[in-house]
């Protein structure tokens, strides 16, 4: 599945997960500069088969 992650300056980042892997362990999507007030997550369908699943999302600041 894609996932956007709209950073700080706007731009987008996508990167693409296959949710078949990783035995339900979390999957680092990578580091990104965020806005503290307005920071997006999009979870998308594009070019997927069956059902796009997102059980939880974690943001950690560092």
């Not at 965020?34 to 999302?57: C, F, H, K, M, Q």
């Amino acid at each position: 599945m894609p996932v956007d992650i709209i950073k700080a300056d706007g731009s987008t980042s996508t990167v693409t997960v296959n949710q078949q892997l990783n035995s339900n362990t979390w999957v680092l999507l990578g580091v990104f500069p965020l806005s503290p007030s307005n920071a997006e997550v999009r979870i998308r369908t594009t070019g997927t088969n069956g059902y796009v699943i997102a059980d939880g999302l974690r943001v950690i600041s560092q």
